[in-house]
């Protein structure tokens, strides 16, 4: 009897000790989760804080470029530049308290009409693009069925009510580019564009299909040189060489005429300057911390 009275409270003092242990690792556990899931929600708001004014940074920057396009060419620094912007100019670098913004000016004489294009210039033009002959050739024909009339019994129509949601196909012409997302074939990369490497394993921007077509563009051209994207150049017989050649000088200063442009050895008979009527503006905005880095 002695003995079993000598065991029963170590026992209870061991079983005691596990409930502790156990207890003390579910505890923390949840604060684990908890931390973690605060930790999350922070991120995520900071991104939609940070996300929210920068759009308001790119919605400024658009409003100011077009005051700045009104302006014109009228004001001047002292050494005789444009101090805003003038005809031709590409791009416009502007600061503010919380960062920058980039706006970029496309004219629409700078694109290819989708509406009244050739099946050919569209094939050159989205083979370009997406590098895959038999997709550019199913795009084109999705976009050619597209604008054209209703057909009895067509197999792009049932392929479109085939879809959830289900839709039929304008049978008219593009009212807006966007429409092109619909097109079958079509994707976000397309159409927007994508990053890529070059040779030296640097990244650079490569235009989509909505910076070589547009419903207000060129029929057969020509086009801007000054703000016309380099796919849209390759697909006109522009060699890449003179393509990059041509995108460095723009980057320095816009091409002001002709003379300047027959330099470059490039066919002249498709391409312009100035001329524009309509523009598209695209702005990107970047923030800056407290200690002045992006």
């Known amino acids: 009897m002695r003995i079993c009275n000598s ?3 170590q026992s209870q003092r061991g079983s005691a ?17 908890v931390s973690t899931t605060v930790r999350t929600e922070t991120d995520h708001a900071a991104t939609v ?15 100011r470029a077009i005051q700045w396009m009104n302006w014109g060419t009228g004001e001047r620094r002292p050494d005789g530049t444009v101090q805003f912007w003038e005809p ?21 004489t700078a694109k290819l009409n989708i509406n009244y294009a050739s099946p050919e210039d569209l094939l050159r033009v989205v083979m370009v693009v997406t590098g ?15 604008r054209s009339a209703a057909g009895a019994g067509d197999a792009l129509d049932a392929y ?21 997302l619909f097109v079958r074939g079509m994707t976000p990369e397309l159409f927007y564009g994508n990053y890529i490497s070059d040779s030296q ?9 909505r910076d070589c077509l547009s419903v207000w563009g060129a029929v057969n051209g020509p086009f801007d040189v000054n703000s016309m994207s380099p796919s ?28 300047e442009l027959a330099a470059f050895g490039v066919p002249l008979e498709r391409l312009r300057i100035g001329g524009n009527t309509i523009w598209t503006l695209r702005a990107t905005a970047r923030l800056r911390r407290p200690d002045g880095t992006p």
């Open 7 to 9: 065991l029963r409270p």
């Open 17 to 33: 000790l596990l409930v502790v242990l156990w207890l003390s690792a579910a505890l923390a556990a949840i604060a684990l989760s």
């Open 49 to 63: 804080s940070e996300g929210l004014r920068a759009h308001y940074m790119a919605t400024g920057a658009v409003e």
């Open 88 to 108: 031709g100019q590409s791009r416009m670098l502007m600061q503010f308290p919380a960062g920058e913004a980039v706006v970029e000016v496309i004219p629409e």
């Open 132 to 146: 895959d002959a038999q997709r550019a050739r199913d795009i084109v024909a999705g976009i050619v069925h597209w």
């Open 160 to 180: 479109y009510l085939s879809l959830g949601p289900t839709f039929q196909p304008r049978h008219a012409s593009f009212e807006e580019i966007e429409e092109l």
């Open 201 to 209: 394993g640097q990244l650079y921007a490569r235009g989509g299909l």
């Open 232 to 259: 849209l150049m390759e697909s006109i017989g522009i060699p890449m060489g003179a393509v990059q050649a041509i995108l460095a000088r723009r980057a320095a200063q816009p091409f002001r005429n002709q003379q």
